[in-house]
């Protein structure tokens, strides 16, 4: 290599994304044990779910960025959080995780799914990817989403608009959309100019049945009473959420408390926190939510535990269901054994 050649594209090409095609591989080539169904943890409230069958889908499978360059001009009196705290600097989120998944080698995919409309959890280049190279997935979301995917030439044979209530099947997947508790979404502005919409319009949680497990996914939402409810209608197994420390004069991710409240009202088996990796300005230890589980969890009866989760990390319920920590994996397994 003569460096006097390279240039920015070069590198840009050689190294983005850093885990170039090694996820979908991985995803491509596991054997789900029948049984059980497999999940990797695709970087902020990105999922993909597996099955035996199989059946693949994400949820708010999201390759995009943060801040990458200083603000000029102050935040815009519409945006969410000047509404919450009247604030006119712009957030520093920055963006502080790997994207683990070319999407774009991402070729086995049944249905796209996504909670709501925030940049982070969908973008442009995972939907081009999913629409061009994967011709059977459908495109799943609240209205304000599929507003948007139509808005980037998403043709209409290739979206499913859900609110509270409805129920699909993908695959062997039964799917149901619920009611969102991301009070932020009440206070953003509807994606597309002049049109007004409900927070059932904008976002939705869902319930996801497998013949291995319930998985419940809870995209942003805020702490509700109303886990209850949903835990009620479903026998859930493992509880997704999004667990960060919120910065001053912000309410917008679930606190430890918050989340371990959550697992308990959901009635789940196991809680994974998510979001947290994401954001520069939102940063937290995830060990606080183990910390407050070991102080209460003998006191007040939890019938589940917390999951700590890795990023690009796979886990396998219920094979893995008493399992506290991903880890993972260190190598060299023939070591001493080819001398
Ligand atoms: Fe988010």
């Known amino acids: ?112 799914l996504s909670t709501h409309f925030h940049s982070d959890h969908i973008d442009p280049y995972a939907t081009a990817a999913v629409l061009r190279n994967c011709p059977s997935a459908k495109f799943v979301g609240p209205r304000a989403c599929v507003d948007i995917w139509r808005s980037w030439s998403v043709p209409e044979d290739r979206l499913i608009e859900v609110r509270p209530g409805d129920e699909l099947t993908i695959g062997d ?42 998985i419940y996914h809870a995209g942003d939402s805020h702490y509700a009473d109303r886990f209850v409810e949903h835990g009620k209608k479903f026998d859930i197994d493992v509880a997704i959420g999004a667990y960060a420390h919120n910065p001053i004069g912000i309410t917008d991710k679930m606190t430890a408390s918050d989340f371990l409240r959550m697992g308990e009202s959901l009635g789940a088996k196991v809680i994974i926190p998510m979001h947290y990796d994401t954001w520069s300005n939102f940063q937290s230890d995830v060990r606080e939510i183990e910390a407050l589980y070991r102080l209460q969890a003998e006191r007040l009866g939890y019938k589940f535990h917390p999951y700590i989760w890795q990023l690009g990390g796979k886990y396998v319920y219920p094979l893995e269901r008493d399992k506290k920590y991903f880890n993972y994996e260190r190598g060299f397994p023939d070591a001493f054994e080819n001398n």
């Not at 206070?187 to 927070?199: D, K, W």
Request: proline share 6%; aromatic share 10%; charged share 25%.
């Open 1 to 112: 290599m003569n460096v006097n050649e390279v240039i920015r594209d070069d590198w840009l090409r050689a190294i983005f994304p850093e885990w170039g095609t090694w996820l979908v591989e991985e995803i491509e080539a596991e054997k789900v044990p029948r049984g059980n169904v497999a999940m990797w943890w695709l970087g902020c409230m990105g999922v993909w779910l597996k099955t035996a069958r199989p059946t693949n889908l994400t949820i708010d499978f999201w390759v995009g960025t943060g801040k990458r360059s200083h603000p000029t001009t102050p935040m815009s009196t519409t945006h969410q959080y000047y509404k919450m705290c009247r604030s006119r600097i712009t957030q520093p989120n920055l963006r502080l995780t790997a994207v683990p998944i070319d999407p774009f080698a991402v070729k086995n995919l049944d249905a796209f």
């Open 173 to 214: 997947v039964k799917i149901t959309a619920l009611e969102s508790f991301d009070r932020t979404l009440e206070l953003t502005e509807y994606p597309i100019a002049g049109v007004e919409g409900t927070l059932e319009e904008k976002a939705v949680n869902y319930v996801l049945e497998t013949s291995s497990g319930v």
